[in-house]
């Protein structure tokens, strides 16, 4: 089982509707969650973190994390094309002073 | 705030050569990470500093990989005797803070291309 797991889409969403992205983790004992946005040929750029169970809302983006589950969750509101990248989730590695990262889904925006 | 700033952003290079990287982290982050990405890859955890000190380093990194943080302010990453499968991104990235794990804030990469 790998420590970070996302579905490696393409996720194709309409423009103006939700886009959900989930990642689920494998250390019970995490306790820092984040996510990046990454364009191709360029390098990761944050967009939220997330430390506590429940919702937390940036603008268009929310963060939803559920401890007891394991997962983490990412909803973008009304969907641009601008916001077609991957997107990737972080998490701590309990113990030691690492991210781990899962292998980000790419979402696709259709104007 | 002028970002995390990589050197250089390509690097194109004969298999067996030696090559080295340079990050400089914005100005107030004590923290420093390496990380390799392959494409449909995520970032992959190399090493961290903690202003000088090398507090980590990947089980996965060979002995041809070594950096270092003098002074706790830019750091390099050097790879001896470069082989195909080192081709990658090589991405650093700093954030600041003494305890927890904070938001890291990436620079642009280095792009290695082995010949």
């Known amino acids: 089982q790998k420590e970070v797991e996302q579905n490696s889409g393409p996720l194709s969403v309409p423009e103006g509707a939700i886009a959900s992205l989930n990642c689920t983790y494998s250390d019970r004992v995490s306790q820092s969650f984040f996510w990046y946005r990454q364009y191709s040929g360029k390098s990761p750029e944050l967009i939220m973190s997330?430390?506590?169970?429940g919702d937390k809302e940036d603008g268009r983006f929310t963060a939803q994390l559920n401890k007891a589950s394991q997962y983490v969750s990412l909803l973008i509101r009304d969907s641009q094309p601008s916001d077609s990248a991957t997107y990737l989730c972080a998490v701590n590695s309990a113990g030691t002073y690492k991210y781990i990262f899962g292998t980000g889904t790419r979402l696709k925006v259709l104007a | 705030d002028t970002g995390v700033s990589q050197d250089p952003r390509h690097k194109i290079t004969k298999r067996g050569q030696n090559v080295t990287f340079r990050c400089d982290p914005i100005s107030e982050h004590n923290r420093l990470y390496w990380y390799r990405q392959t494409l449909g890859q995520g970032p992959e955890f190399l090493t961290y500093f903690q202003n000088e000190a090398q507090l980590e380093k990947s089980r996965l990194l060979s002995d041809r990989f070594s950096a270092e943080r003098p002074k706790g302010s830019f750091s390099t990453l050097e790879i001896q005797r470069t082989e195909q499968g080192d081709s990658a991104m090589y991405l650093c990235?700093?954030?600041?803070?003494?305890?927890?794990?904070?938001?890291?804030?990436f620079g642009d990469g280095t792009r290695l291309s082995i010949l």
């Open positions: 997330i430390y506590s169970n």
């Open positions: 990235a700093s954030s600041h803070g003494t305890g927890g794990f904070q938001p890291q804030h």
